[in-house]
């Protein structure tokens, strides 16, 4: 079944969620998509407009096998366990000034899941001097995150909302 939009629509369908949750913070926010993704059977589609796959979901440590907390390992390492899952991550492909001040990342991602399942893609069909703005995380069409954060490395946050947290840094 093909879906087109009628003018004036803004959607192709809609549905009642059973549930919802106000995750204000990264911490909260990752934390929650953590335990999605390792649950997710089907699908794990991000669309983004920052991403960094160097991304620490727990930089306090996780208590995991292997200490598997960086974003770009966990995807790689479902996508291999579990050939079923279709794990696609569509980022915008940032201007290069705003790329330079994220070590180009996402722009270097593309290298990160060359060879692997992952498929990732940057959005870059945009009108000039617009940008790919959602955050969008979908777990198997059941399960979405929709917000103001990216899961890059410089956007973690916590209830305590410090303004030098030494978790909110670059990898190097």
């Keep these: 079944m093909t879906s ?16 919802a949750a106000f995750l204000i913070d990264t911490e909260a926010y990752f934390t929650a998509a953590f335990d999605a993704m390792i649950k997710a059977k089907r699908s794990i589609h991000l669309l983004g407009w920052g991403f960094d796959p160097r991304t620490r979901l727990f930089p306090d440590g996780y208590d995991g096998p292997d200490d598997p907390d960086e974003v770009g390992r966990i995807l790689v390492e479902l996508a291999c366990a579990k050939p079923e899952l279709d ?8 201007a290069f000034p705003i790329a330079a001040t994220q070590e180009f990342f996402p722009h270097r991602s593309r290298g990160y899941f060359k060879g692997t399942p992952v498929k990732f893609k940057l959005d870059d069909q ?17 399960l979405a995150f929709c917000g103001g954060g990216d899961i890059a490395v410089d956007r973690w946050d916590t209830p305590s909302h410090m303004d030098d947290d030494p978790r909110r840094i670059m990898p190097k």
Aim: proline share 5%; with cysteine; charged share 30%.
């Design 126 to 142: 945009v009108p000039f001097g617009a940008c790919h703005h959602q955050k969008v995380l979908i777990i198997d069409d059941r």
């Design 4 to 19: 087109v939009l009628r003018p004036g629509e803004t959607c192709w369908r809609t549905a009642r969620a059973d549930r």
């Design 87 to 94: 794990v696609r991550l569509l980022i915008w492909r940032s």
